[in-house]
């Protein structure tokens, strides 16, 4: 009975993140389609956008990535063999330090957005980007700890439910504040950018305060975990941290290489091209690739997200529980799925690129070359988010 019970668990997590990725992805899409069709905007403001928000990102892999699988594996060991005491207190000791950690990350970002825009990416237009993206790295490093503590009780909801908030409200938040900024500014593309990577910021903060409010409306329920705890072993605030970032630090390592191929074509592909094209035409061949081609194969990696997210707590509970049988199978199930997922999407992006391209983006179409060579990464690549969530969880 147990074991079933965490099979619907494992299933019924898988299932809340799948549709919430899917969700995250169409309304991405919305505002990605609304911002390269949109007049003034296009293939130069994708360039301007993106080369802010991969600098953000790396910072972003560097406050959070790891955070939420980390503390996801620590809480569900300890929930797996009755300590709830201890899983409560990782989660608050993790809290106060990734706190402090993202409040860096922000610092960071804020004031040194002259100098990276200038003399790193070589285009000054994205300073305003950059700065209006400060705020986010700060509320999403503490989410990403309250995402962890409720995933590694296997409480996926709470996880999927703010990630498609935040990502509705990024959707909605985006096209109401470049049209306000078009109206009155006549179609400035840097202030359009800039504004548009605004509503993330408030996108993130608004996607924090659910799961703040979430964790409020739990806290009964929580405490009563707490204090019905059989095996809890009081461990050191300096103990705790290692544990999670002995966890942390390997997963934000291998996050953070993806992360860094982003920001290299950021610095690189503008710099590179203007030895053969003009400045405009260079800034439009990275918009190409980092505002329609990476949106576009990175739609099946973020479906394919949630088996790499709910295997770390699943494998991590059996594994404490000594129980190797569900490991092996939630692993093969989870593979088998993840194929079927990757194969027919290398497939259609490379066989029908131009199609989509023309589809989708009507006024801007260019780059179906590009997208057929980045969709032959999409097999091997959900093949690895879903191995990293086994090996993580063991």
Same mark, same amino acid.
């Given at each position: 009975?147990?074991?079933?019970?965490?099979? #619907?668990?494992?299933?019924?997590?898988?299932?809340?993140?799948?549709?919430?990725?899917?969700?995250?992805?169409?309304?991405? *899409?919305?505002?990605?389609?609304?911002?390269?069709?949109?007049?003034?905007?296009?293939?130069?403001?994708?360039?301007?956008?993106?080369?802010?928000?991969?600098?953000?990102?790396?910072? %972003?892999?560097?406050?959070?990535?790891?955070?939420?699988?980390?503390?996801?594996?620590?809480?569900? #060991?300890?929930?797996?063999?009755?300590?709830?005491?201890?899983?409560?207190?990782?989660?608050?000791?993790?809290?106060?330090?990734?706190?402090?950690?993202?409040?860096?990350? &922000?610092?960071?970002?804020?004031?040194?957005?002259?100098?990276?825009?200038?003399?790193?990416?070589?285009?000054?237009?994205?300073?305003?980007?950059?700065?209006?993206?400060?705020?986010?790295?700060?509320?999403?490093?503490?989410?990403?700890?309250?995402?962890?503590?409720?995933?590694?009780? #296997?409480?996926?909801?709470?996880?999927?439910?703010?990630?498609? %908030?935040?990502?509705?409200?990024?959707?909605?938040?985006?096209?109401?504040?470049?049209?306000?900024?078009?109206?009155?500014?006549?179609?400035?593309?840097?202030?359009?950018?800039?504004?548009?990577?605004?509503? &993330? &910021?408030?996108?993130?903060?608004?996607?924090?305060?659910?799961?703040? *409010?979430?964790?409020?409306?739990?806290? @009964?329920?929580?405490?009563?975990?707490?204090?019905?705890?059989?095996?809890?072993?009081?461990?050191?605030? @300096?103990?705790?941290? @290692?544990?999670?970032?002995?966890?942390?630090?390997?997963?934000?390592?291998?996050?953070? *290489?993806?992360?860094?191929?982003?920001?290299?074509?950021?610095?690189?592909?503008?710099?590179?091209?203007?030895?053969?094209? &003009?400045?405009?035409?260079?800034?439009?061949?990275?918009?190409?690739?980092?505002?329609?081609?990476?949106?576009? +194969?990175?739609?099946? %990696?973020? !479906?394919?997200?949630?088996?790499?997210?709910?295997?770390?707590?699943?494998?991590?509970?059996?594994?404490?529980?000594?129980?190797? @049988?569900?490991?092996?199978?939630?692993?093969?199930?989870? %593979?088998?799925? +993840?194929? =079927?997922?990757? *194969?027919?999407?290398? !497939?259609?992006?490379?066989?029908?690129?131009?199609?989509?391209?023309?589809?989708?983006?009507?006024?801007?179409?260019?780059?179906?070359?590009? =997208?057929?060579?980045?969709?032959?990464?999409?097999?091997?690549?959900?093949?690895?988010?879903?191995?990293?969530?086994?090996?993580?969880?063991?």
């Amino acid at each position: 009975m147990v074991r079933e019970s965490k099979k #619907e668990s494992f299933m019924q997590g898988i299932m809340a993140i799948m549709f919430s990725q899917i969700m995250i992805k169409l309304f991405g *899409l919305v505002y990605k389609l609304y911002l390269t069709n949109k007049e003034g905007f296009g293939d130069r403001g994708n360039a301007i956008y993106s080369s802010g928000f991969q600098i953000y990102a790396l910072l %972003l892999t560097l406050s959070s990535t790891g955070v939420p699988n980390a503390i996801s594996k620590l809480v569900s #060991e300890r929930v797996a063999i009755g300590d709830n005491k201890g899983a409560h207190r990782i989660f608050k000791i993790a809290f106060v330090a990734f706190a402090f950690i993202g409040l860096i990350g &922000t610092l960071i970002l804020f004031f040194g957005a002259g100098y990276i825009a200038n003399t790193m990416l070589q285009i000054p237009e994205a300073e305003l980007t950059l700065v209006a993206l400060s705020p986010s790295i700060f509320f999403v490093a503490i989410a990403s700890v309250i995402r962890g503590y409720f995933n590694g009780k #296997e409480q996926m909801k709470a996880s999927a439910n703010s990630q498609t %908030l935040e990502q509705i409200f990024k959707t909605s938040l985006t096209i109401i504040v470049v049209e306000i900024i078009a109206t009155f500014s006549t179609g400035n593309t840097v202030l359009m950018a800039a504004g548009a990577n605004l509503a &993330t &910021t408030l996108a993130t903060f608004l996607g924090f305060t659910y799961l703040y *409010l979430y964790y409020r409306s739990k806290r @009964k329920e929580v405490w009563q975990d707490v204090n019905s705890s059989v095996s809890y072993k009081n461990q050191r605030i @300096k103990t705790i941290i @290692k544990q999670i970032l002995v966890v942390a630090i390997p997963v934000s390592i291998s996050s953070l *290489l993806s992360a860094v191929n982003k920001n290299i074509d950021a610095f690189t592909v503008v710099r590179g091209l203007k030895t053969f094209l &003009t400045e405009a035409q260079a800034k439009e061949q990275y918009g190409i690739l980092s505002g329609k081609v990476d949106t576009l +194969t990175s739609l099946p %990696l973020s !479906v394919n997200i949630a088996f790499a997210v709910a295997l770390v707590p699943a494998i991590a509970s059996a594994v404490a529980r000594g129980d190797k @049988k569900t490991v092996e199978k939630r692993i093969s199930y989870s %593979l088998l799925l +993840t194929m =079927l997922i990757g *194969l027919p999407c290398t !497939v259609g992006m490379f066989v029908f690129a131009r199609p989509i391209l023309n589809l989708l983006f009507p006024n801007a179409a260019e780059g179906a070359v590009v =997208l057929q060579i980045s969709s032959l990464t999409i097999l091997f690549t959900v093949l690895a988010q879903t191995i990293s969530g086994a090996l993580q969880g063991i």
